[in-house]
T-cell receptor
Framework: GAVVSQHPSWVICKSGTSVKIECRSL??????MFWYRQFPKQSLMLMAT?????????EQGVEKDKFLINHASLTLSTLTVTSAHPEDSSFYIC?????????????FGPGTRLLVL | GESVGLHLPTLSVQEGDNSIINCAYS??????FIWYKQESGKGPQFIID?????DKRQGQRVTVLLNKTVKHLSLQIAATQPGDSAVYFC???????????FGKGTMLLVSP
């Protein structure tokens, strides 16, 4: 089956530092990747849609200068949380859509837990 | 029920019971629906999907029912097992937009 990995699985950082999270599709090419954020006991909220080779599309209310997304290849997208603050602490989940698939098909990564002190 | 603040609706069942998890979706134009299972500290896992031209679809131990009239989706799990304990989310997609919108989620607790 289609596998999506994330690295790191968890990270603790100091306030003001930047953190990069990687999302990789291991056995398929993904033209589109998605980044979600999930707070405890809440649902997944879409942050942005990332298309290979083009700029990401951010959802309303998500600061594009704070959450930098790069989708440089068909198997890798990165999310960089710049100048992280405690309120950025959350569970970040990526998903990937295979090149040839139904629009609703998304394979999810295992998530990255970020704690900002 | 509806979640309020940080409280997820919770369904508690005994092992072997049948479980029914409900979801109200928001967009009457949505044409594809998916149920996901999320275990603690993990990403969502696909369970079953259904297109808007269907009202029922069955999988292994799971059945999804779609009522477009009232914008309601349900997931039925037969012979629920402790390993089914997780948070279940419905998600909808309108193919014109191609992004998933997740529902609020329901926590299923299965007692042995």
């Amino acid at each position: 089956g289609a596998v999506v990995s994330q690295h790191p699985s968890w990270v603790i950082c100091k306030s003001g530092t930047s953190v990069k999270i990687e999302c990789r599709s291991l056995d398929f090419q993904a033209t589109t990747m998605f980044w979600y954020r999930q707070f405890p006991k809440q649902s997944l909220m879409l942050m942005a849609t990332s298309n290979e080779g083009s700029k990401a599309t951010y959802e309303q209310g998500v600061e594009k200068d704070k959450f930098l997304i790069n989708h440089a290849s068909l198997t890798l997208s990165t999310l960089t949380v710049t100048s992280a603050h405690p309120e950025d602490s959350s569970f970040y989940i990526c998903s990937a859509r295979p090149r040839t698939s139904h629009l609703g098909t998304q394979y999810f990564g295992p998530g990255t837990r970020l704690l900002v002190l | 029920g509806e979640s309020v603040g940080l409280h997820l609706p919770t369904l508690s069942v005994q092992e072997g019971d049948n479980s029914i998890i409900n979801c109200a979706y928001s967009n009457s134009a949505s044409d594809y629906f998916i149920w996901y299972k999320q275990e603690s500290g993990k990403g969502p896992q696909f369970i079953i999907d259904i297109r808007s031209n269907m009202d029922k679809r069955q999988g292994q131990r799971v059945t999804v029912l779609l009522n477009k009239t009232v914008k309601h989706l349900s997931l039925q799990i037969a012979a629920t097992q402790p390993g089914d304990s997780a948070v279940y989310f419905c998600a909808e997609i309108f193919s014109g937009y191609s992004t998933l919108t997740f529902g609020k989620g329901t926590m299923l607790l299965v007692s042995p």
